[in-house]
């Protein structure tokens, strides 16, 4: 059993802190979001919500249900208990029927803003100049956001401090650019209820939209760069927890807050074909897995470079890649396209668009035919390389 406690709201220096004391059985663990002063009037300390959505996906894994004095939002208990909960478990035997026990309460309504992350990747910009200027005035960007709930641990070997400082300078300096003022949230929830991030993300961030209600009407949450062709809810214990935003994110939401799916309707070759002469996206289009600058070599920047080579847009994003790097190794980036396609999982699935754009270079197929014909001789050694490895340690 989890339970949660009562929150409360202390101050250090500039920065204004929601605090709230989280029983695992007996062990008490203090979770808490930061943001700048500024932004305290937001934080929420009337409902239960933002914890239950945010350690929802723990709960599922680890086996506990949740208990509040504190009061739900009535839609939100009966869309997570009726809807969410049993539509993950259904087809998930190894994730746990997650049980909700707190007051019910009428939704707070007090939310105004229209916001989204700024993460300044492919996804985050075609959502962010899909809500600027669009004719649905009142789904018009009003601010950005820039949360810290695990996502920059994939810099452990940069220093992820580090990197999520240079991080947020660059995004000031793209929210400067856009003229929108920009939400930073800081957070422990990663660090005290350990999941890998890809799998609990949807949650985590919606921990921080409902930590703020106050301030939020609709937030535009950026698909992971698969269309809904890929949507499921079977075997998700240890799939990417885009794989069922769809149905997620429309049962985080209640007729006070609209959290979308945003961008599902498209790839993402689809969406860099769409931004890609935006020059601040040529400025600061940022994607790597472990630097606050672009790698060029991680699953991410390979798959990236490799998307805009085929779309012709390479020259223009010589500030934020290195282009000649990339033209010298392009043999290498095919084999790993190659391979990556052989291996299937996620990674197959975010490059299939651009590997089957591919099908018709052809240095690319004499690149693949090479590959093949490896994979046919490597085949029948695999078990004796196996046995090898397991006796020479
Ligand atoms: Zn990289």
């Given at each position: 059993?989890?339970?949660?406690?009562r929150?409360?709201?202390?101050?250090?220096?500039e920065?204004?802190?929601?605090?709230?004391d989280?029983?695992?059985?007996?062990?008490?663990r203090?979770?808490?979001?930061?943001v700048?002063?500024?932004?305290?009037?937001?934080?929420?300390?009337?409902r239960?919500?933002?914890?239950?959505v945010?350690?929802?996906?723990?709960?599922?894994?680890?086996?506990?249900?949740?208990r509040?004095?504190?009061?739900?939002?009535?839609?939100?208990?009966?869309n997570l208990s009726?809807?969410?909960i049993?539509?993950?478990?259904k087809?998930?035997?190894?994730l746990?029927?997650?049980?909700?026990f707190?007051?019910?309460?009428?939704p707070?309504n007090?939310?105004?803003a229209?916001?989204t992350?700024?993460?300044c990747?492919?996804?985050?910009?075609y959502?962010i100049f899909?809500?600027?200027?669009?004719?649905?005035e009142?789904?018009?960007?009003?601010?950005?956001?820039?949360?810290?709930v695990?996502?920059?641990?994939s810099?452990e070997?940069y220093?992820?401090?580090?990197?999520?400082?240079?991080?947020?300078t660059?995004t000031?300096?793209v929210?400067a650019?856009?003229?929108l003022?920009?939400v930073?949230?800081?957070?422990?929830?990663?660090n005290?209820?350990?999941?890998r991030?890809?799998?609990?993300?949807?949650?985590?961030n919606?921990?921080v939209i409902?930590a703020m209600?106050?301030l939020?009407k609709?937030?535009?949450?950026?698909?992971?760069?698969?269309?809904f062709?890929n949507?499921?809810?079977?075997d998700i214990?240890?799939?990417?927890?885009?794989y069922?935003?769809?149905?997620?994110?429309q049962?985080l939401?209640?007729?006070?807050?609209r959290?979308?799916?945003?961008?599902?309707?498209?790839?993402?070759?689809?969406k860099?074909?769409?931004i890609?002469?935006?020059?601040?996206?040529?400025?600061?289009?940022?994607?790597?897995l472990?630097?606050?600058c672009?790698c060029?070599?991680?699953?991410?920047?390979?798959?990236?470079?490799?998307m805009l080579d085929e779309?012709?847009?390479?020259?223009?994003?010589?500030?934020?890649?290195?282009?000649?790097?990339?033209r010298?190794?392009?043999?290498?980036?095919y084999?790993?396209?190659?391979?990556?396609?052989?291996?299937?999982?996620?990674?197959?699935?975010?490059?299939?668009?651009?590997?089957?754009?591919?099908?018709k270079?052809?240095?690319?197929?004499?690149?693949?035919?090479?590959?093949h014909?490896?994979?046919?001789i490597k085949?029948?050694?695999r078990?004796?390389?196996?046995?090898?490895?397991?006796y020479v340690?």
């Amino acid at each position: 059993m989890l339970t949660i406690g009562r929150p409360f709201i202390s101050r250090i220096g500039e920065k204004s802190r929601l605090n709230c004391d989280i029983l695992v059985e007996e062990e008490k663990r203090t979770l808490w979001i930061e943001v700048d002063k500024e932004y305290e009037k937001y934080l929420c300390t009337e409902r239960c919500d933002a914890y239950v959505v945010g350690l929802l996906g723990w709960c599922l894994r680890e086996g506990h249900d949740i208990r509040s004095e504190m009061p739900i939002t009535d839609e939100l208990h009966y869309n997570l208990s009726r809807i969410l909960i049993p539509g993950l478990t259904k087809y998930s035997s190894e994730l746990y029927a997650v049980k909700i026990f707190a007051p019910l309460e009428s939704p707070l309504n007090e939310g105004y803003a229209v916001g989204t992350a700024c993460s300044c990747g492919i996804d985050s910009f075609y959502s962010i100049f899909s809500h600027i200027n669009s004719p649905y005035e009142d789904m018009n960007l009003t601010h950005l956001c820039f949360h810290n709930v695990g996502a920059y641990k994939s810099f452990e070997k940069y220093g992820i401090e580090k990197g999520r400082k240079e991080r947020l300078t660059k995004t000031r300096e793209v929210a400067a650019e856009l003229n929108l003022p920009l939400v930073v949230v800081d957070s422990n929830l990663n660090n005290t209820f350990i999941e890998r991030h890809l799998f609990t993300h949807t949650f985590e961030n919606m921990f921080v939209i409902y930590a703020m209600q106050k301030l939020w009407k609709i937030y535009y949450y950026s698909s992971s760069g698969l269309d809904f062709s890929n949507f499921t809810v079977i075997d998700i214990k240890n799939k990417a927890a885009s794989y069922y935003d769809l149905l997620s994110l429309q049962c985080l939401s209640t007729k006070c807050l609209r959290i979308y799916s945003d961008g599902g309707a498209f790839d993402r070759f689809e969406k860099i074909l769409e931004i890609s002469d935006n020059p601040i996206v040529q400025k600061y289009l940022h994607v790597c897995l472990h630097k606050p600058c672009n790698c060029n070599i991680c699953d991410k920047c390979r798959r990236t470079l490799l998307m805009l080579d085929e779309g012709g847009m390479l020259d223009q994003y010589n500030n934020v890649f290195d282009i000649n790097f990339y033209r010298n190794h392009i043999d290498e980036y095919y084999r790993w396209l190659y391979n990556v396609q052989m291996k299937g999982g996620l990674e197959k699935e975010l490059t299939m668009p651009v590997y089957i754009r591919l099908q018709k270079n052809k240095s690319f197929i004499s690149v693949s035919r090479k590959e093949h014909i490896k994979r046919i001789i490597k085949k029948p050694l695999r078990p004796a390389y196996r046995l090898i490895k397991k006796y020479v340690r």
